[in-house]
């Protein structure tokens, strides 16, 4: 006879905390093999449209179409890793003009602190002497982060297209693995699972490289505009650095700017950077973001948000790369699991991206009036809506 354990809620709580906790030390401690081969399974499923056309419209194995599929996706990289180191190596030969420059603008900062601020040249010396001396051992400690780092990136980079090419070799493998884990009965929600998974990640990454790319082209328009040296290469660097959440747009911003001392030590085009940034930076996250990369992941703002830090704190910048990816997955799983909606609903945007204003179609809502509406619909809070109205209605006719 099967009898069911019921556990207590607080019990049930504190196997999830643990659960989490759990999971979370073992990413942390696993970064090292868990991301590149996260990073694998999101190429695996960008690149199995190609490996498909190589075995379904030119007849190649399957082998084969893999190895193709493989070494044209690292053909691409290593083309464009090679266009920007030699495009990088033109920038360093400027150093000297770079440094000339940029001591010109610091000449200009501490003449003005000096006029007004009344601190002579030498007094200002000493101020950042002393604020600099306490920070020469964590410099070290982190440049020393950096080379360890930048070694394990290297690393990734070379184990990221053999895993991607092991994915692709076993995926039908992978999936008979995964349809002995559950009972046929379950096969029919599983291959729903995987497909939404398949099309979720696929729409999110191509919508990256969408984003790029117009990233790409607005910034280096804007630098052309102003004239600034190496605008092309600055553009692709920006777009390529716009892929990392928050902080890569900032170092994009601080590159363009030292290269612009490369021209001339005329503080104009350092504003235009400025300039240039912001506005591509207002274009990139109030149109290019909601309709081409927030539209294929329904997550919500703020569980992004928190994903982004907890990805960032457990991995670093491929924590943060990987945050939104894996949660669209865990949604999709979510809201195919009877036990486990109310999260995928805790995770998704429910909200209306727009609302009409005098027969405009404007990129807002109306929080509080479709709040509302949706809370009505919902089966847990319309009863008190319809106890509150009803009420209120019967203290009107009193």
């Known amino acids: 006879m099967n009898t069911i ?16 906790i759990s999971i979370t030390y073992i990413l942390f401690i696993g970064q090292n093999i868990i991301v590149p081969v996260v990073m694998s399974f999101l190429f695996a ?33 290593l083309s464009l890793f090679i266009f920007l180191s030699f495009k990088i190596s033109d920038i360093i030969e400027d150093f000297d003009k770079i440094e000339r420059n940029l001591n010109i603008h610091l000449n200009n900062i501490q003449r003005f602190v000096r006029d007004n601020f009344h601190l002579s040249s030498r007094e200002q010396k000493e101020y950042l002497d002393s604020a600099t001396e306490d920070s020469m ?34 995926k039908t493998h992978f999936m008979l693995f995964l349809s002995k884990l559950f009972k ?3 096969h029919l929600k599983l291959r729903e699972i995987l497909n939404q998974i398949k ?90 973001v909601p309709m081409i990369v927030s539209s294929k992941v329904e997550i919500n703002a703020f569980v992004s948000i928190i994903g982004i830090i907890i990805g960032g704190a457990i991995a670093g910048v491929s924590g943060m790369f990987l945050a939104i990816p ?17 999260w995928g609903y805790l995770m998704g945007d429910h909200l209306p991206k727009t609302y009409t204003w005098r027969n405009i179609k404007l990129p807002l809502f109306d929080s509080e009036t479709e709040s509302k509406n949706i809370l009505i619909k919902t089966d847990i809070i319309a009863p008190v809506f319809t106890e509150t109205t009803t009420e209120t209605d019967g203290n009107k006719k009193e």
């Open 5 to 20: 354990l019921k556990i207590p809620f607080y019990a049930q709580i504190t196997l999830i905390l643990l659960g989490l």
């Open 137 to 170: 051992e964590k410099g070290k400690e982190i440049i020393g982060t950096t080379l360890l780092s930048f070694t394990d990136t290297i690393l990734n980079i070379t184990l990221i297209p053999i895993y991607t090419f092991l994915i692709l070799l076993y």
């Open 184 to 186: 046929k009965e379950s």
């Open 326 to 342: 894996v949660l669209a997955i865990l949604k999709v799983i979510f809201d195919r699991i009877e036990s486990l909606e109310a």
């Open 45 to 77: 499923i960008l690149l199995e449209p190609i490996v498909t056309f190589f075995k379904s419209k030119l007849h190649f194995p399957h082998v084969l179409g893999v190895i193709i599929t493989v070494l044209i996706f690292v053909l691409v990289i």
């Open 199 to 288: 099309v979720a990640v696929k729409s999110y990454i191509v919508g990256l490289i969408i984003e790029m790319i117009v990233v790409s082209i607005l910034t280096t328009l804007g630098f052309m505009i102003i004239g600034l040296k190496y605008a092309i290469l600055l553009g692709i660097i920006t777009g390529i650095l716009n892929l990392i959440p928050y902080i890569g747009i900032l170092f994009a911003g601080i590159l363009s700017i030292v290269a612009s001392l490369t021209g001339s030590p005329d503080l104009s085009i350092i504003i235009g950077v400025i300039v240039v940034s912001i506005i591509v930076q207002l274009i990139d996250n109030n149109i290019l």
